[in-house]
Nanobody, 115 residues
């Protein structure tokens, strides 16, 4: 069974930092691209960052230069380091993998950026 279990997140002031983690099981983690999506209140879920099996990364324009995605193949874990957070980064963050012809999602983590 494929499982993605997230940790991290919370409430932070503008300009602060948070780190999200996503531990996976049930897949050959090292061969898959891992994604972090986010969904702001009242908006559609959007792709924030991805990291390929070879370690190449890509970011949405809104987070580029502030967020860093990384992976640890030995621990089957993907992380998202978020720096210089802004109120518009507020939302629920989800890790995701497309594997075995299906989308698998973490349980979601609330990130709130507010003074």
């Amino acid at each position: 069974q494929v499982r993605l279990v997230q940790s991290g997140g919370g409430l932070v002031q503008p300009g602060g930092s948070l780190r999200l983690s996503c531990a996976t099981s049930g897949i050959n983690f090292r061969i898959y691209t891992m994604n972090w999506y986010r969904q702001a209140p009242g908006k559609q879920r959007e792709l924030a960052a991805l990291i390929t099996s070879s370690g190449n990364t890509d970011y949405s324009d809104s987070v580029k230069g502030r967020f860093t995605i990384s992976r640890d193949n030995a621990r089957s874990t993907v992380k998202l380091q978020m720096n210089n957070l802004k109120p518009e980064d507020t939302g629920v963050y989800y890790c995701n993998v497309r594997a075995r012809d299906a989308d698998w999602w973490g349980q979601g983590t609330q990130v709130t950026v507010s003074s």
